[in-house]
């Protein structure tokens, strides 16, 4: 069974940056479609960004040109790097990975901006 650990939230000011990183361990995790969430206490799970196993990434409008998600060579890590953090960029955020019609999240790290 593939598990997912998040690490990297914390406490940031308006402006500032963090690095959110996701390993994924288990048989056959690496190189999927790997994704990150959001959720405000309240409100629907929302999609920040992802990355295909071709490489290919896609962002949500909200966070374009201002995150980067990556993955590392052995495929079962990846990183989203946040810069220019806003107060309404404040969540829980998920790590999240699609196996075939099957999906596994992580357990969340909170985000926190201070305006």
């Known amino acids: 069974q593939i598990q997912l650990v998040e690490s990297g939230g914390g406490l940031v000011q308006a402006g500032g940056s963090l690095r959110l990183s996701c390993a994924a361990s288990g048989r056959s995790s690496s190189f999927l479609t790997m994704a990150w969430y959001r959720q405000v206490p309240g409100h629907q799970r929302d999609f920040v960004a992802?990355?295909?196993?071709?490489?290919?990434?896609?962002?949500?409008?909200?966070?374009?040109?201002?995150?980067?998600?990556?993955?590392?060579?052995?495929?079962?890590?990846?990183?989203?790097?946040?810069?220019?953090?806003?107060?309404?960029?404040?969540?829980?955020?998920?790590?999240?990975?699609?196996?075939?019609?099957?999906?596994t999240w992580g357990q969340g790290t909170q985000v926190t901006v201070s305006s």
């Open 50 to 103: 992802g990355i295909y196993p071709n490489g290919i990434t896609k962002y949500s409008d909200t966070v374009k040109g201002r995150f980067s998600i990556s993955r590392d060579n052995a495929g079962k890590t990846i990183s989203l790097q946040m810069n220019d953090l806003q107060p309404n960029d404040t969540a829980v955020y998920y790590c999240n990975l699609k196996l075939g019609l099957g999906e």
